[in-house]
């Protein structure tokens, strides 16, 4: 059963989260502070407002008594009219009749609330609306002659004040969270500076450059932080060269004694008539072995050698069609079919080794474990690349291991009980990654497994 690995979710960088989150925390706390900022005005200006009507609307309604109680009292229109009303409107409701100070605002326009509770003989402020105007209206029951006094104060000042407050107190805020987040882009990115450091040096050393390292940084925290980075990336390329070194004086020393053992086993392989059946038997199976020791130590040596960076590459001008063929033929390929694009120059820039090596371990591969070669391609890539594809008819590689086959000593399913060294893939991808390209497999259209190598500014 193969299970694949799951899909890691994609998240905003860290960096643009840091800044978010001092944008998002600043304008909360800013949009929190304008609210409350904003109802403490709103409050203020509105007690501030009653206060003004209550008491001007108490002094107004004395004035009217006192002029009512008057032997040879004015006309009350024209007093009410002279009252100061600061630009509202004054209406007095007698038994007899109604006097309004401007005829735009009839008594009609009083809420029927305000009206009721003051004529329950009770001291009336309520807000309401009159022609499209915002109101505070108060209302005064004057007993002594059973009149109803109403003004009206003109709320729009009030109003356009508030709305310019909070129009105010939202531009700061939006400002504040704009500068809050360039602030936390700049503090961030000064800080994210030294892990930007590490993974660029992590980066090259997992590129194949063991000698990179942090440079020594000036802030105390963060010198520690250069200091075990570098003690770490010693230690890796320390363990690492160990091995390299052990792998090549491994292979090293088996080559002498593989080479004897070889050659003795060709000379009794070449004296097998004179062998007993069952010691035939014996003999096919150690002359087997004993030659994918010897290949297993060749590609081992090879392995060695490209992570000594020992091997460089060697590019030059040869005709593809002709080293393809030739390689085929050397290999006992002869009879697979190759199909070159006609979009593929006739000479391009190549490492001659290399590329034997890739044609040769694929025409194997698909030899042991494909059912054989079918079909070589070599198509052009882009404008200055190449893609060399060969296709077998076997049962394919799966998709779980389609990346693990091209690691040392990996072997498919397909391949595990057959004759082989698990270097012969990885050993291709070597090569590819020289030649600036890459290598993987794919399903063959048809059924089959098609190996795939790319190589880079060929042309």
Known sequence: MTTTAA?????????TRVTLFFSVATLAASLALAVVTYAVARNYLIDQRTSVARTQSFS????????????????????IAQLPETDGFAILI?????????????????????????????????????????????????????????????????????GAIATALLVGAAVTALIAGFIGWWT??????????????AGEIAGGGLDARMAPEADPDLAKLATSFNDMADAVQARLEREARFASDVSHELRSPITALSAAVEVLDGRRADLPDRTQQALDVVVTQVRRF???????????????????????????????????????FADVPIEIGRKVPATVQLDKLRFERILANLLDNANQHGGGPIRVVIEPRGRHGLVLAVEDNGPGVARGERSRIFERFARGSAARHKVGTGLG???????????????????????????????????
């Open 7 to 15: 899909t890691p979710r994609r998240t905003l960088r860290l960096r």
């Open 425 to 459: 893939l990885s050993l291709v991808a070597e090569h590819a990654h020289a030649h600036g390209g890459e290598a993987w497999v794919e399903d063959r259209p048809g059924g089959g497994a098609r190996f795939v190598v790319s190589f880079n500014e060929v042309a």
């Open 294 to 332: 010897d290949q297993m130590v060749m590609d081992l040596l090879e392995l060695s050698r490209i992570d000594a960076g020992s091997t460089e590459l060697h590019r030059e001008g040869v005709s593809i069609e002709e080293l393809v063929t030739r390689i085929a033929h050397r290999y006992g």
């Open 94 to 162: 007698t038994p007899e009749r109604s006097f309004f100070s401007d005829q735009r605002f009839p008594d009609e326009v009083l809420p029927g609330e305000l009206t009721t509770n003051v004529k329950a003989r009770n001291y009336g402020l309520q807000r309401f609306e009159a022609n499209g105007e915002p109101f505070l209206g108060a209302g005064i029951y004057i007993a002594e002659f059973d009149t109803l006094y109403f003004e009206g104060f003109p709320l729009e000042t009030t109003d356009r004040t508030l």
């Open 188 to 201: 961030n990115r000064r800080l994210l500076r030294p892990l930007t450091r590490v993974a660029q040096a």
């Open 60 to 79: 107004n309604a004395n004035a009217i008594r006192a002029e009512m109680r008057a032997p040879e009292s004015a006309d009350l229109l024209t007093f």
